[in-house]
């Protein structure tokens, strides 16, 4: 694997490749995003990752200067996921002047995650963008747990007419269905075995909905008491189309097929997302 840190760099090793697949990250890299590297093989001659921590995407109270860099491990596992070539940039090759140019999101930017993060698509739709133009790939491949993103980025290369290819990865769990997340380093013990809890109120719900309850309302306001009954401070438990993530139809006509559950909730300091189609594999991305 060739890593390299410039954009002239990273040109002129993409330039020898017909079909580049990419994968983009922040680094300190799990399980989760390594299968996602092996998902890119199988959609370009060559596999490109970049790890870069990107300041725009976090509020002033969030974790930026603590979230972990751990380049050579990064390293290690790239290399055994058979990653071809790693853009590490540094924040000034990323930002040499102020980004005073954002990419601003639509309406569905500005609600569940963006509720609770102002600002965050915002960061992320300009920093993919950003290394969209660098790295120049036909294929790009990012993982459901962070569905929201997953679909704000669709739009996005929709409506800019980039010629790029999304493929959406499935979530990769641990054992006890824990969504695997680099926040996860945060947790400590006695949080870590509590965690499992997110998804199994999620997967709650979508089977009672798969069962045909269709209270949408009692099943989020339950499933929010629930993890709040065990510690968690909930932002969010909803039941949303597949298509677009708007609200489903208050009678009831979205068949279930079609439906996901998404929650985000803090379990002490750290805060977990996750979701679950209803009927698994079949919601639309």
Known sequence: MKIVSTAAELAAQTSRWSRVAFVPTMGNLHEGHLSLMRQARAHGDCVVASIFVNRLQFGPNEDFDRYPRTMESDCTGLERAGVDLLFAPTEQEMYPVPQLYRVQPPPLGSELEGTFRP????????????????????????????????????????????????????????????????????????ERAEAPRLHRVLRGIADAIASGRRDYANLESDGRAELARHGWKPDYVVVRHGLGLRIPHPEAFDHPNLLIVLGAAKLGATRLIDNVDVVPGHARD
């Open 119 to 190: 600002g965050f698509f915002d960061g992320v739709c300009t920093v993919v963008l950003k290394l969209f133009n660098l790295v120049q790939p036909q294929v790009a491949v990012f993982g459901k747990k962070d569905r929201q993103q997953l679909k704000i980025v669709r739009g996005m290369v929709q409506q800019f007419n980039l010629p790029i290819e999304i493929v959406a990865a499935e979530t990769v769990r641990a054992d006890d269905g824990l969504a695997l997340s680099s926040r996860n380093g945060y947790l400590t013990p006695e």
